[in-house]
């Protein structure tokens, strides 16, 4: 038994509850720690502007929706459906609802990375290349979502929509990509200066901004080229699960790392510490 047949007969648990099991235990854990995040965010970080509290409040209630989606899932797959994998032809009802709910997590994300580019570089050109690219996987993804409702069977789903899947995901992994290399070049430009703490701030910040941009940007990578290759199961559809948590920490990470930089600040004087602050506003 070399690929997956969905059938009584041809039924392997670990290419199908399995992944989506692992899958989904991890995700959970990732929501928890977005969920510390954000109380971290919350609490530190009181006055912040309303539209990025907004934001971030976003992010968290639809990863809650798609916490509740992941669980549920679990549960129809591992109780509902048991002895009985030929229900498992489509996804579960939940699994389908946590497909829209990933996209406008990612999309408020790079939104959200496109503004800091333009907040940093002063240009257009690239920031509004970057909310196109995201605008693009979007729309690959709300038009996906109607039709994930409807379908009879997975795996003519995948081959009938093969591209606008892959479209979604090259498109989140190219949008990542080029708003990571774009801001991690402003700030570099933005290196040259008298002042060691001045340095130090923006060597941080450029670490950083490529440590989370590249975690998102890989994972969409990664299950891009898991639908290509093992479309037959549902290995990629387990990674994919945790891809919006991914996503969201990144984004609760980039400011809750605010905190970690008081202290260079505090140690800067004068024009080090007029500078150091002025990079910091620009990439919130």
């Known amino acids: 038994m070399h ?3 969905r059938s009584v007969n041809g039924f392997d648990a670990r290419l199908v509850i399995g992944p989506i099991q692992v899958g989904g235990l991890l995700s959970a854990a990732l929501f928890g720690c977005l969920s510390c995040q954000s109380y ?3 609490s530190r970080f009181t006055n912040d502007h309303f539209a990025l509290k907004a ?3 976003a992010v968290f209630f639809i990863q809650l929706g798609h916490f509740v989606c992941i669980i549920s899932t679990l549960w129809t797959m591992t109780v509902s459906t048991y002895g009985d994998p030929s229900q498992l032809q489509v996804l579960p009802l939940p699994a389908d609802l946590a497909i829209p709910l990933s996209a406008f997590t990612a999309f408020i994300v790079q939104s959200f990375y496109a503004f800091r580019l333009w907040r940093l570089s002063e240009k257009k050109f690239l920031p509004i290349l970057c909310a196109t690219i995201s605008v693009v996987a979007q729309i690959s993804t709300l038009i996906l979502s109607p039709r994930a409702f409807h379908m009879t069977d997975l795996t003519v789903f995948e081959d009938s929509h093969i591209l606008l899947i892959t479209l979604s ?3 989140r992994a190219t949008c990542d990509l080029i708003t990571t ?3 991690t070049w402003s ?6 200066s008298n002042f060691e703490n001045a340095m130090t701030m923006i060597d941080r910040l450029i670490y950083w901004t490529i440590e989370t941009g590249l975690a998102t940007s890989l994972m969409a990578i990664i299950v891009a080229v898991l639908f290509l290759v093992l479309k037959q199961n549902f290995v990629w559809f387990g990674v994919w ?3 919006p948590n991914v996503v969201g920490n990144s984004l609760l990470a980039s400011l809750n790392r605010r905190l ?3 202290e260079t600040r505090n140690a800067s004087r004068g024009d080090a510490q007029s500078r150091s602050s002025g990079i910091v506003s620009t990439t919130i």
Do not use: H, P, W
């Open 241 to 243: 699960l945790m891809l």
């Open 55 to 57: 934001a971030v409040s």
């Open 3 to 5: 690929i997956l047949e």
């Open 260 to 262: 970690l930089l008081g």
């Open 181 to 183: 290399a774009a801001i």
């Open 187 to 192: 700030l570099y430009q933005k290196r040259v």
């Open 169 to 171: 995901f090259v498109a």
């Open 40 to 42: 971290v965010y919350f």
